[in-house]
C-alpha cells in the first residue's frame, strides 16, 4: 500500500502542470506535499487554493534554502520548464542550469525516486530553443544515476492554462474575429491535463525504473476542430477567419517586438505546422487511466465552475 503521507517535492509547481496534480493528488488522498516556485503571481494562486501545501518561492537556477526541502522526500517530481520566451539564455538557465541543481539536491539528499515531465518535443522535427533545451533536459535526468522515470506529454490544455488553447479561448471570447493561418488542418494530439496528472500519481506509486512514456492524446484533431470546438462548448458567436501562413508568421514577429512574453511566436507556428504525428503509450494497459473525450474534456477545460475561471500570468 503506497503512504500517501510521505512528503512529494514538485519543482515548477505553480505553473500549469503543477496546479492540475495538486489537484489530483489531493483529490487522491495525498497529504504532504511542498510546492516550488519562483513566480510569485502564481504561487500566491496555489496558496489560496491549497492553503495547507507547503509553498516555497525560489529560483531553482539559483543555489538556496530550497535544497533543504529536498530532505526526507520520498518522491521529487521536476515540472519547472521555459516553454516560451524571445532569448536562448532563458530557455538554458530554466531548463538545463535548474535541472542540474535539482538534480544534485536528490543526490545529496538520496531522494529515492524522480518523476521527470520532459515533452512531445525530444521527438519532434521541430528545431528551436525549447526543443533542443528539453533534449538536453532530459539527458540530464537519464545520466544523473537516479531512479526515474520519464514522461513526454503533447501539446496539453487545461484548467489554469495561461498559453496556448487556454489563451485561445479567452482571445476568442473577446474579439469577434479569430484569425487561423493558413487553412487550419493542422493535425493536432492535445493531451487533456486531468487525465495526464493521473498518469503522474501512478507513475509516483508505481516508481517504474528508467522507464520513458510518451503520452499523448487519444484524439487526432485538426487546428481548426480544435477551435470550433471551443467555440462550440462557450457558446461562443466569432467569426473566423483565414490568413495566409506567411502573413500570420509577419504580424506574430512584429507582436513579439512590442510583448516581452507573447502568448503564440513565429517558432511554435512552425512548430504547428511541422506535421508531427506522435505515437503514444496505451494509457489505459500502462497507466489504468482511460482518457476524457475530447469535447467533454474541452468543455470542463473552459466552463466548469471550480477552476475554469482561474487563469495564471504567463
Not at 531522494?111 to 525530444?122: E, N, R, T
Not at 474579439?175 to 493536432?188: A, L, S, Y
Not at 507556428?269 to 482518457?291: E, I, P
Request: glycine share 6%; proline share 5%; net charge neutral.
Amino acid at each position: 500500500m503506497h503512504d500517501k503521507n510521505r512528503k512529494i517535492v514538485l519543482t515548477g509547481a505553480a505553473g500549469l502542470v503543477g496546479q492540475n496534480l495538486i489537484v489530483e493528488l489531493k483529490a487522491q488522498g495525498y497529504t504532504r506535499l511542498v510546492a516550488i516556485d519562483k513566480h510569485a503571481h502564481n504561487l500566491a494562486i496555489l496558496g489560496r487554493l491549497h492553503p495547507e501545501v507547503e509553498r516555497i518561492e525560489a529560483d531553482l537556477a539559483e543555489p538556496g534554502d530550497w535544497e533543504q526541502s529536498f530532505a526526507g522526500a520520498s518522491c521529487v517530481v521536476q515540472l519547472h520548464a521555459q516553454i516560451t520566451g524571445k532569448y536562448t539564455e532563458l530557455f538554458t538557465r530554466n531548463n538545463i542550469d535548474a535541472s542540474r541543481r535539482v538534480l544534485d539536491a536528490c543526490q545529496r539528499h538520496q531522494v529515492p525516486y524522480l518523476v521527470h515531465i520532459s515533452s512531445s518535443v525530444v521527438n519532434s522535427v521541430a528545431d528551436d530553443d525549447y526543443t533542443s533545451t528539453k533534449k538536453a533536459q532530459e539527458a540530464l535526468v537519464v545520466q544523473s544515476g537516479l531512479r526515474h522515470c520519464v514522461l513526454r506529454p503533447t501539446l496539453m490544455f487545461g484548467w489554469f492554462d495561461p498559453k496556448h488553447l487556454g489563451w485561445l479561448s479567452r482571445f476568442m471570447a473577446r474579439t469577434p474575429v479569430f484569425p487561423i493561418p493558413g487553412d487550419g488542418k493542422f493535425m493536432r494530439q492535445p493531451l487533456y491535463e486531468r487525465d495526464f496528472c493521473r498518469c503522474i500519481v501512478r507513475c509516483i506509486e508505481r516508481e517504474p525504473d528508467g522507464e520513458i512514456y510518451d503520452v499523448v492524446g487519444d484524439t487526432r484533431v485538426d487546428y481548426i476542430d480544435i477551435i470550433r470546438t471551443i467555440k462550440r462548448v462557450k457558446g461562443l458567436r466569432t467569426w473566423i477567419v483565414h490568413i495566409p501562413i506567411g502573413f500570420f508568421a509577419f504580424l506574430l514577429r512584429t507582436y513579439a517586438l512590442f510583448s516581452n512574453k507573447p502568448p503564440f511566436t513565429a517558432d511554435q507556428l512552425k512548430a504547428l505546422s511541422a506535421g508531427d504525428d506522435f505515437k503514444g503509450v496505451d494509457t489505459w494497459q500502462v497507466f489504468g487511466v482511460r482518457q476524457t473525450p475530447f469535447e467533454d474534456a474541452v468543455r470542463e477545460s473552459y466552463t466548469d465552475p471550480a477552476y475554469s475561471h482561474v487563469v495564471l500570468q504567463r
